[in-house]
């Protein structure tokens, strides 16, 4: 098989300006410097003329271009923009009104940036060989599943979206990228082009692991990973699809054969007891020394990952909640769980209201309903303090960092600094994949 390419969907706005830093050819045209695109009468206005699409390439393959005001982060805490360097071409396509930039270029060259993008350089060579594997993997399957349902092989579609009046169920996976693979955010993988790319073990690891994915079944594993599990690791139905993956069952966070987990975290008493206390896990630590070579600098502004707590007036929680749901709730009585994962994950929570009660999921609706970015994640439970018979204050305590399925970034990254290779730790978190080489 011939090492493929990939589609990035990159910034969606209605003006795209650019820079070609060598010449491009676009449309029998060479073109280099500084560019801009409007979107207009229903298409791409460029050098005056009007098009559908644009694509901008060089026959030199270190040629780079840039893009202004690229967001990062979307909808978290630490948004931000950049201007963004990339490599290979440059697509203009229409999307809702707008143009949006797509950066295409071959699957090894987009690998080097994500593991760049998503975590330091400086963490463990065996780390960084695992991350590149589960990256090559969970694209491939994505790539291969964009495929599938455009060419309608699958009965379900690309959107994941289900509302009563009492109900609202809603996750999100493949449902904004009809027309390129991934997205450049934490939405799909952190891609940010040879914006943090330097000769480093990224490229060795990447290099290292030319080609190979997870396999389970013979095919290619949707590796799931996210930053910090709390312990430990959920199950995809629980986040996606009402589907069981056997390649992304929940494990303890820790290789110990003597101390198995005690809890069923589907259980609340047992969630009470786990979350308030902070129990031994690869992702249980601390250690600015390992964190520090591990996390990027933005990613380091979070420090209480673990265990963490966020605290709510009524005033603020009702306002969020009505805000965010489009709709009065009145005052909120009570956050009752409904039903959490096998790493007390939340996938159904009821909100009571004086004037409404709706039941959400799936796990990051929950999560970005009662935030005005995103909640660390939906394994919390929930305190209430009153002043009269009406809550005046809810807090959450929680525990980990993003959905928790797959691969934990910090518990892995903990492991190759205590001397696992790369192989043991996909066999932790990927229990019964094999590894393959793909191309």
Request: hydrophobic share 35%; aromatic share 10%.
């Amino acid at each position: 098989m011939k090492e493929p390419e990939v589609s990035v969907g990159i910034i969606t706005s209605p003006q795209i300006n650019f820079t070609l830093h060598a010449v491009y050819e676009a449309k029998g045209e060479e073109v280099t410097e500084r560019q801009t695109a409007e979107y207009d009468e229903g298409g791409i206005r460029w050098n005056g003329n009007l098009y559908q699409e644009l694509t901008f390439k060089s026959a030199d393959p270190e040629a780079t271009f840039s893009l202004e005001n690229v967001t990062i982060g979307v909808n978290f805490h630490w948004e931000r923009t950049q201007m963004q360097t990339f490599r290979g071409a440059l697509k203009l396509i229409i999307l809702e009104g707008a143009i949006c930039a797509i950066n295409v270029l071959p699957v090894e060259e987009y690998l080097k940036s994500v593991i760049s993008s998503e975590m330091s350089a400086e963490a463990p060579i065996e780390f960084l060989k695992a991350s590149a594997v589960i990256s090559r993997s969970w694209l491939m399957a994505q790539i291969d599943k964009r495929t599938r349902l455009i060419q309608r092989k699958e009965n379900n579609s690309f959107f994941s979206f289900r509302k009563t009046d009492t109900e609202l169920i809603r996750w999100y996976d493949r449902e904004d990228h009809i027309l390129y693979d991934v997205c450049a955010d934490d939405h799909c993988q952190r891609y940010q082009g040879v914006n943090n790319l330097r000769p480093s073990a990224v490229t060795k690891a990447v290099e290292s692991t030319h080609g190979q994915v997870l396999r389970y079944g013979g095919k290619i594993c949707d590796a799931r990973f996210s930053k910090c599990c709390g312990g430990v690791t959920e199950e995809f139905d629980t986040c996606w699809e009402d589907k069981q993956k056997q390649y992304l069952r929940s494990i303890c966070d820790y290789i110990d054969n003597e101390a198995p987990i005690k809890y069923d975290l589907t259980v609340e008493k047992d969630v009470q007891k786990w979350i308030k206390s902070s129990p031994r896990a690869f992702c249980n630590t601390k250690s600015k020394h390992i964190l520090s070579k591990i996390l990027n600098s933005y990613d380091q502004e979070t420090s209480d990952f673990y265990r963490w707590t966020v605290s709510y007036t009524q005033e603020e929680l009702s306002a969020l909640i009505s805000s965010k749901l489009k709709s009065d709730f009145g005052l909120i009585l009570d956050l009752v769980p409904v039903k959490r994962g096998k790493s007390g994950r939340l996938s159904l929570l009821r909100i009571v209201g004086t004037k409404r009660t709706l039941t959400i999921g799936k796990e990051l609706e929950i999560r970005r309903v009662l935030s005005n970015s995103h909640l660390f994640s939906s394994a919390f439970i929930i305190d209430k303090e009153y002043d009269g018979e009406i809550p005046s204050r809810f807090i959450l305590h929680g525990a980990g960092w993003g959905h928790g399925v797959g691969m934990c970034q910090i518990g892995a990254a903990v492991m190759g600094e205590r001397g696992y290779t790369y192989d043991q730790i996909l066999n932790h978190y990927y229990q019964g994949a094999e590894i393959h080489t793909l191309y």
